[in-house]
């Protein structure tokens, strides 16, 4: 027997969650642990309080809702995303894969359908970081990947500290549930890219995510006036520059899968008739494959020391300031996934996750899997952010198939 959940309902709830912190571009604001992050997820907890499920929240402000499995001890399945949104976000960013969630758990319920395992919907706390960084934060807790004391003196832009919000919402009284023992984790989310709609595709069945390493390079040289030094007795960065540039550049046509970004080239002191002193830039190379972003990095370390020697009065240093390793997800669950997709006669491809989720923290610690539905224009963290009401119900009809599969066995 096959179920569907019903699109008009989990539609519906979309868009009226989105009034909560309504951006006059028709987007929502609700940054992680303010006032309309607290109000939608109040909202959230209205719905799901007419069905009793139990609610658990942790101390980082996660919300973990159960609905029981026949085995009570059962390692339960978890489902979910997260509620907050970036200051410019859109409708659907984690909203989607939480409403989804409750979306299949209602539609198993309305069905009269009971599974072995208990089933979990999780609502991650501040997967944005945007004002409080880390991004990730409340799956990075729940899975040890953050220290629970570091993350709490993370500290917004009007100084507020995380550990002071935590507290005015009373998340910290609570221990929580552990994840050790769940059976599995999968998140639906929007591609937050152009794949799957330039591909004309409704589902993309998420292998893994990319891995991602961060750079900082600064290249120092002499300050001067831009008038009275010839070129020759200059000690100026920017052709230094320039060669990095095109190194980045040639290292970002390793091959198809492979992502080189110059995020930021600040000049100092950048004034229109100074020879600048100093360049600090960013690069960011991403990869789903280690040994080829291994090879990438080795490229760039040695492409600097070439540019080093070949220009001895400039000062070159560059350094890896952050980095993620490659997430594979799980190959059982990815084969249920084209299973539900097949059997629903639905269009799919796979695809590697350009972004970051909270189903990367949760891989480290169970089998994991993301289902993709394409949003338009690629357009995300934007207020046109856009997923089609088919497209929408087509993710949430798979995330059902997949977590009615997996707590049956
Ligand atoms: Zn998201």
């Known amino acids: 027997m096959r179920y569907g959940i019903d699109g008009d309902r989990l539609w519906a ?30 909202l959230f907890l209205d719905w799901c309080g007419a069905r009793g499920y139990q609610l658990r929240k942790d101390r980082i402000g ?32 984690g909203v989607l894969g939480v409403l989804a969630g409750l979306e299949v758990l209602e539609t198993l319920d309305d069905n009269a ?21 880390p991004a990730m934060m409340g799956s990075g807790v729940a899975c040890g990947v953050l220290e629970m004391e570091t993350v709490l003196a993370a500290r917004d832009h009007a100084g507020t500290t995380l550990a002071e919000e935590i507290a005015r919402h009373g998340y910290d009284q609570e221990p929580g549930p552990s994840l050790a023992e769940a059976a599995c984790y999968i998140e639906l989310h929007i591609e937050q890219g152009p794949i799957l709609e330039a591909a004309g595709k409704t589902i993309g069945v998420v292998t893994g995510g990319q ?7 600064s290249i120092i040289g002499e300050e001067t006036h831009a008038g009275p030094v010839p070129m020759a007795l200059r000690k100026d960065p920017v052709p230094v520059l320039m060669h990095v540039i095109g190194l980045v550049q040639a290292i970002g046509r390793t091959d198809e899968a492979a992502r080189c970004t110059i995020g930021r080239i600040d000049l100092s002191p950048g004034a229109i008739n100074v020879v600048p002193g100093q360049v600090a830039m960013t690069v960011d190379l ?3 494959d280690e040994a080829v972003l291994d090879a990438m990095h080795r490229r760039l370390v040695e ?90 119900a087509a993710g949430a009809n798979v995330l059902l198939d997949l977590t009615l599969a997996r707590s049956n066995m």
């Not at 979309?14 to 992680?32: D, F, K, N, W, Y």
């Not at 972004?355 to 995300?380: E, K, Q, W, Y």
Request: net charge negative; charged share 25%; proline share 7%.
């Open 286 to 288: 991403r990869h789903p």
């Open 62 to 93: 996660n919300l973990f809702l159960r609905r029981a499995g026949r085995e009570a001890e059962a390692s339960p399945v978890l489902i979910g995303s997260h509620l907050d949104t970036q200051p410019t976000g859109g409708r659907f960013d």
């Open 13 to 42: 709830r979309l868009m009226a969650i989105a009034q909560i912190g309504a951006t006059p571009e028709g987007g929502s604001c609700r940054q992680a642990l303010s006032d309309p992050d607290e109000a939608g997820r109040a």
């Open 303 to 392: 492409g600097l020391d070439v540019l080093r020697q070949r220009h001895p009065d400039i000062d070159l240093q560059g350094r890896m300031t952050w980095h993620s390793p490659v997430v594979t997800f799980d190959r059982g669950l990815i084969e249920t996934v084209r299973a539900s997709v097949r059997d629903r006669g639905l269009t799919f491809t796979d695809i590697v996750s350009g972004a970051g989720h909270d189903a990367f923290n949760l891989a480290r610690r169970v089998p994991t899997t993301m289902i993709f539905v394409p949003c338009r224009d690629g357009i995300s963290h934007n207020p046109r952010e856009y997923a089609a009401p088919s497209d929408v």
């Open 113 to 133: 359908v009971e599974t072995d395992r208990p089933i979990e919907l999780c609502v991650w706390t501040n997967e944005e970081g945007c004002r409080f960084q």
């Open 211 to 217: 891995g991602i390493r961060w750079y900082e390079i």
